[in-house]
């Protein structure tokens, strides 16, 4: 094997390549990246086996073949190059060698055979969607899924397709964010799919907003893949809760507020919060909403915040990290929160928004201990 490539080039595929390599593995083979020439260059792909991510950039091959390098001493000598071609070459010993001006490396690598094959999806049967939507999706809803191994399967993403739209939702028990999108069109049959978030983050990271992308499923895989790039994500099994019965249709309580003032109050106020609970009391009534964080052996702290408000007078409680949280992602300047009682589930959703995607953030209150 033999090509040449532009350092820039080089340092665009590793770039995109090197997130999917574990930092720890029992086999040697996974720390290593496959290289491989194609018909308009090369091919890199790694993979730590769940997660898998090739792409293929602009390369001039003089003769053909695959071999395996080092991914992380890779990305390190690309890194450290001078701006000049990159000439790299394998021989059948499993030795590669690359030459830039004067510098030269020499490393050992991995016959191709030993590299895991990537996942068998079918996109004979594939959805197409805009990256720049999937994005968004994801965007605001993925950090609201569980990080606590006591749930497996809220530590991914519901990723729901329909004909006409498509839906995300995450939740960790105590907070869940919802976001639906019209599709124009689906070319598949409807899915439940539930994604981990550690590979959405490689959908988002690794494709242009203006690209489209083509979508399709195995047996327990899901393949996402453009002109030049593909990624592959291990699903999670398993039915996922009914998130529907949890959203409140009866909220008469309503609160809007600014969501940047709201924001920085919360912030403040948290100073002061346990670090167990992060408990702050809000107490709304007409056109004001007042916060209070008293903790024992710490200290207390008040606020006021002007709001519009309807409805009879209320104090709540809420994790102060979970509304921070919820109110970072809003894609608005004001929000609209809606209660029912001290012990029920409260709304948070974007005020005026013009886009044409719902979304809705549910947030689990505290109880008030005095």
């Given at each position: 094997?033999?090509?040449?490539?532009?350092?820039?080039?080089?340092?665009?595929?590793?770039?995109?390549?090197?997130?999917?390599?574990?930092?720890?593995?029992?086999?040697?083979?996974?720390?290593?990246?496959?290289?491989?020439?194609?018909?308009?260059?090369?091919?890199?792909?790694?993979?730590?086996?769940?997660?898998?991510?090739?792409?293929?950039?602009?390369?001039?091959?003089?003769?053909?073949?695959?071999?395996?390098?080092?991914?992380?001493?890779?990305?390190?000598?690309?890194?450290?190059?001078?701006?000049?071609?990159?000439?790299?070459?394998?021989?059948?010993?499993?030795?590669?060698?690359?030459?830039?001006?004067?510098?030269?490396?020499?490393?050992?690598?991995?016959?191709?055979?030993?590299?895991?094959?990537?996942?068998?999806?079918?996109?004979?049967?594939?959805?197409?969607?805009?990256?720049?939507?999937?994005?968004?999706?994801?965007?605001?809803?993925?950090?609201?899924?569980?990080?606590?191994?006591?749930?497996?399967?809220?530590?991914?993403?519901?990723?729901?397709?329909?004909?006409?739209?498509?839906?995300?939702?995450?939740?960790?028990?105590?907070?869940?964010?919802?976001?639906?999108?019209?599709?124009?069109?689906?070319?598949?049959?409807?899915?439940?799919?539930?994604?981990?978030?550690?590979?959405?983050?490689?959908?988002?990271?690794?494709?242009?907003?203006?690209?489209?992308?083509?979508?399709?499923?195995?047996?327990?895989?899901?393949?996402?893949?453009?002109?030049?790039?593909?990624?592959?994500?291990?699903?999670?099994?398993?039915?996922?809760?009914?998130?529907?019965?949890?959203?409140?249709?009866?909220?008469?309580?309503?609160?809007?507020?600014?969501?940047?003032?709201?924001?920085?109050?919360?912030?403040?106020?948290?100073?002061?919060a346990s670090d167990q609970t992060h408990r702050i009391r809000l107490a709304f009534n007409a056109g004001m909403v007042k916060f209070s964080v008293q903790t024992p052996d710490l200290g207390e702290a008040q606020d006021e915040l002007s709001v519009?408000?309807?409805?009879?007078?209320?104090?709540?409680?809420?994790?102060?990290?979970?509304?921070?949280?919820?109110?970072?992602?809003?894609?608005?300047?004001?929000?609209?929160?809606?209660?029912?009682?001290?012990?029920?589930?409260?709304?948070?959703?974007?005020?005026?928004?013009?886009?044409?995607?719902?979304?809705?953030?549910?947030?689990?209150?505290?109880?008030?201990?005095?």
């Amino acid at each position: 094997m033999r090509f040449t490539i532009t350092r820039e080039k080089l340092q665009e595929g590793l770039s995109a390549v090197t997130a999917s390599i574990p930092a720890k593995t029992t086999l040697p083979v996974l720390a290593n990246l496959l290289v491989e020439t194609t018909e308009r260059g090369i091919r890199l792909s790694g993979t730590d086996l769940d997660i898998a991510v090739s792409t293929e950039v602009i390369a001039d091959v003089d003769s053909q073949g695959a071999i395996t390098i080092p991914a992380k001493k890779l990305a390190e000598i690309a890194r450290e190059l001078p701006s000049a071609p990159v000439r790299v070459s394998a021989t059948g010993e499993q030795r590669v060698t690359l030459e830039c001006g004067k510098t030269r490396f020499r490393l050992l690598g991995l016959p191709k055979d030993e590299f895991p094959s990537f996942p068998s999806v079918r996109f004979s049967e594939s959805w197409r969607v805009r990256s720049g939507d999937l994005q968004k999706l994801i965007s605001h809803t993925a950090f609201a899924a569980s990080t606590e191994e006591s749930r497996p399967i809220l530590n991914g993403v519901l990723w729901e397709m329909r004909p006409g739209h498509m839906r995300m939702v995450a939740t960790n028990g105590h907070r869940l964010a919802k976001i639906e999108l019209p599709l124009e069109s689906v070319g598949a049959p409807s899915a439940d799919l539930i994604v981990p978030p550690k590979a959405l983050e490689q959908i988002r990271r690794l494709f242009a907003a203006e690209e489209d992308l083509e979508i399709a499923r195995g047996d327990n895989h899901l393949g996402f893949r453009s002109p030049f790039t593909a990624v592959f994500t291990r699903l999670i099994e398993g039915p996922y809760p009914n998130y529907e019965q949890v959203i409140p249709r009866d909220n008469e309580r309503v609160a809007v507020a600014d969501r940047n003032a709201l924001f920085q109050a919360l912030k403040r106020m948290s100073i002061i919060a346990s670090d167990q609970t992060h408990r702050i009391r809000l107490a709304f009534n007409a056109g004001m909403v007042k916060f209070s964080v008293q903790t024992p052996d710490l200290g207390e702290a008040q606020d006021e915040l002007s709001v519009s408000y309807e409805g009879d007078p209320l104090e709540i409680g809420f994790n102060a990290s979970y509304l921070l949280e919820i109110l970072r992602y809003m894609p608005t300047d004001e929000v609209r929160m809606t209660f029912k009682a001290p012990e029920r589930a409260a709304t948070v959703e974007p005020m005026g928004w013009s886009d044409p995607a719902k979304y809705l953030c549910l947030v689990m209150p505290l109880r008030l201990v005095d």
